[in-house]
């Protein structure tokens, strides 16, 4: 048998063609990354810089607006709640009355025996002061506070006093305020009822035009976050 021709095979390449578009981008540079980010949370708060200040505009103005709104509501308040010189002195109050209420006490101020030094607490922090009396029919029961200017030691007449209902432990500068009630002989338990008389639904309405630009600033705030375009949270 005749051995069969051996078959030579001849290896060759196929050309390939290169369909990508090489056209470059007028003014952008090809990167081999470029759209790579690096991951991690610092990377994140350098991409969402602007993010993150907006974010923090909107709480600033939030707790703004919130404290506005509270003041606000109490500034459309109507008549006040009267106490009477009973309930206060047996620790009770009408039925529905709590802290932040507008109220009312009828009564003489007591400024102590001795008109040469009135039995007054000074509580002064800052350029703000405030001040503390009894009333000769409550006694040790209830505190009278007025605010920046001292009360008039030669009125000692009956008369209406009015503002928010506050205690001796909730009234602002409470460390100042134990101080001062302490060096002028006068109650510092926490629980004794404050009239904080100035503050007024009357002096609320005055400034209602500042707290509705605090309000205008908080919704713009909210306006600005959700109307710029960001980077997703979930980008990290």
Known sequence: MKPSPSRSFTSFKLPVMDTRDQRRILGHEPEPYDDY?????????????????????????????????????????????????????????????QLGDYVEVVGSADFGP??????????????????????????????????????????????????????????????????????????QDESIPVIETGDTPEYYRQIFPAYSAIIGLWLLSIAWLIWKRNKPFLGL
């Not at 690096?38 to 909107?58: C, D, H, K, Q, Y």
């Not at 506070?145 to 602002?172: C, F, H, M, Y």
Request: glycine fraction near 12%; charged fraction near 15%; proline fraction near 5%.
């Open 114 to 187: 001795s008109p040469e030094e009135p039995q007054i607490g000074v509580s002064q922090r800052y350029s703000a002061a405030y001040f503390y009396f009894t009333l000769e029919e409550t006694g040790d029961n209830l505190l009278i506070q007025t605010a920046q200017t001292g009360p008039d030691t030669s009125n000692t007449g009956e008369q209406a006093w009015r503002g928010k209902l506050a205690t001796v432990g909730t009234v602002i500068f409470h460390d100042t305020t134990q101080s001062g009630l302490e060096i002028a002989g006068l109650p």
């Open 37 to 97: 980010e690096e991951p991690g949370l610092g990377s994140w708060i350098r991409r969402n810089t602007w993010l993150l200040a907006r974010l923090f505009m909107v709480m600033v103005f939030t707790f703004g607006a919130t404290t506005t709104a509270a003041n606000f509501s109490y500034g459309l308040k109507g008549d006040p709640t009267v106490l009477s010189v009973e309930q206060i002195n047996n620790g009770e109050l009408p039925a529905g009355v």
